[in-house]
């Protein structure tokens, strides 16, 4: 079921979307859910609805007093509860584009795109919000990024919206298309749970991703040449520099599906398993990360980052120059002290992120 909005709903999603992103994250130690917010962040989103034209008799208490219409309210709802996009246009549905959900310390981000969860515009700009999330919350330690549904993880680039009118050349965000494939630092491991199709647009997801989980009956494809256009969104790049080149070459000329045991063969995916089992194998990589050094982590990325494509000579000067400020701080961590002290004292090391 659709709702379409009124000017005065989207306005409110915009300024409750901006409210979250500018006064609510620096309080998620305070909000855990609607009931709990502060009196002066209720005053707030109070003055919001005031400037949309929707403040009336009836506004829930939670919210300050007043009265918003239903939807309104639980436009304000998911909002507040870090909703991550909507879908374009004037209407938004009950079912995102994509759903994000807390588990510890691991960010989850469920792309739900009936029928093949392909990716517009909005959608990218929907991801790049969430794996932003996961950038910035030092609560969150690992993010894993799956779709809905057995049949596909992406089928790329929503071809539908291209006929529609979006442009090849669209603006997909900060993230670049999916949010991600230009996000190069978030600073922390990203997770694909293959769960399906990744066609197109949808490998290069993958191929963003610092990990990758298959489920048994996925495959992996670039497709663009059969389309008439390339593998720009980091299929080009990215695949000839874990593959050897002939091997590139072919799956980008030929836009061939390769099954996850093949692709596994040529290290693009760390495991496959039973589809129902997708989830936990994912969950246990993530698992084994957050046990470790959250500085440590991340120094780890960024050298890896850096150093990507630079020779062992360029990469050593690069350790020594000061020009890594995570891995500096790393050094000279509290963390890098504690490992050694738990070691010493036969004990799990408490980790402090600094």
């Known amino acids: 079921m659709d709702f379409t909005l009124t000017s005065e709903q989207r306005l409110i999603v915009e300024t409750v979307r901006s409210f979250v992103e500018n006064e609510l994250y ?3 130690d305070e909000v855990e859910r609607l009931d709990e917010i502060p009196a002066g962040l209720a005053g707030a989103i109070r003055g919001k609805a005031l400037a949309a034209g ?25 909002e507040l509860g870090r909703a991550s996009g909507h879908t374009e246009g004037d209407t938004m549905s009950v079912a995102e584009p994509v759903r994000v959900s807390v588990e510890g310390q691991v960010l989850v981000v ?9 990716v517009d515009v909005a959608t990218s700009r929907a991801l790049y919000e969430a794996f932003d999330r996961l950038r910035r919350d030092p609560r969150l330690r690992a993010g894993i990024l799956t779709g809905a549904g057995d049949r596909f993880f992406c089928a790329g680039w929503d071809l539908k919206a291209a006929a529609a009118g979006e442009a090849i050349e669209a603006d997909h965000g900060p993230g670049g298309f999916a949010g991600i494939t230009e996000f190069f630092d978030i600073g922390k491991p990203v997770i694909a749970a293959v769960n399906g199709l990744a066609l197109g647009g949808g490998f290069e997801l993958a191929l963003a991703a610092d990990l990758v989980v298959a489920a048994d ?16 969104a980091g299929g080009l790049l990215r ?13 980008l ?3 061939r599906r390769i099954p996850a045991a093949e692709a596994a063969g040529w290290g693009l995916v760390n495991r496959v398993v039973p589809a129902a089992e997708l989830m936990m194998a994912a969950r246990g990589l993530a698992d084994a990360i957050c046990s470790a050094a959250p500085l440590a982590v991340a120094a780890v990325l960024e050298i890896l980052r850096e150093t990507e494509g630079t020779d062992v000579r360029a990469g050593y000067s690069l350790l020594r120059d000061g020009s890594l400020p995570t891995y500096r701080r790393m050094l000279g961590s509290r963390d890098a002290r504690e490992g050694a002290l738990a070691f010493a004292e036969r004990r799990a090391p408490r980790w402090a992120g600094e």
Not at 110 to 118: M, W
């Open 26 to 28: 620096p309080h998620e």
């Open 54 to 78: 929707l403040y009336a008799a009836n506004m829930p208490a939670e919210l300050g007093g007043g009265g918003l219409d239903a939807l309104s309210v639980v436009l304000v709802e998911r």
């Open 110 to 118: 469920t792309l739900d795109r009936a029928k093949a969860n392909a």
């Open 217 to 232: 009956h996925a495959e992996f494809a670039l497709t663009e040449v059969t389309l008439g256009l390339v593998a720009d």
């Open 239 to 251: 695949l000839p520099a874990r593959l050897p080149r002939a091997i590139a070459v072919e799956y």
């Open 253 to 255: 000329l030929t836009g």
